[in-house]
């Protein structure tokens, strides 16, 4: 807990009994989560809490930047709490997201963007997301 609390220190959150909770489910699950697996695990431990305050503590994550939400896989949102730079897969059927493996897409991506920078626009983040019928997920179709 004590390394939590300084975590949260260190990108500006101020500490509170809830936002604790929720940020050690997130390391716990340590995958792409939706609010709703979140409150399920708070649940499973007997923590009681609204999906409205779930909500809120996210996206209080995704502004200081604990965590990433997976832009491009619609609603219900979805969270990372790895905030490496890294491509997703998305199912667009089950709606369930991977990590890209290949980082030479990444690094594609980076070196093309240094040499050609978007004019007036102060780049924070590459937030690109590959959305199709994913063949890991659906095997026996092929
Ligand atoms: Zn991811």
Known sequence: MEKLRQ???????????QRLQVYQVL???NTHVTAENVLEVLQQ?????TVATVYNILNLFDQKGLIIKV??????????INTYEHIHICDQQTRLVRDCP?????????SYLAE???????????????IGRDKTVHPAEE
Do not use: C, W
């Not at 975590?7 to 101020?14: L, P, V, Y």
């Open 116 to 130: 050609h920078p978007v004019e007036g626009l102060e780049l924070q983040r590459v937030d690109i997301s590959l």
């Open 71 to 80: 832009g491009a896989a619609g609603e219900p949102v979805i969270y990372d």
């Open 27 to 29: 390391k716990e699950l």
């Open 102 to 110: 290949d980082h030479r897409l990444v690094e594609l991506i980076d």
């Open 45 to 49: 431990r007997g923590i009681s809490m």
């Open 7 to 17: 975590i949260f220190k260190e990108n500006g959150i101020q500490i509170t009994k």
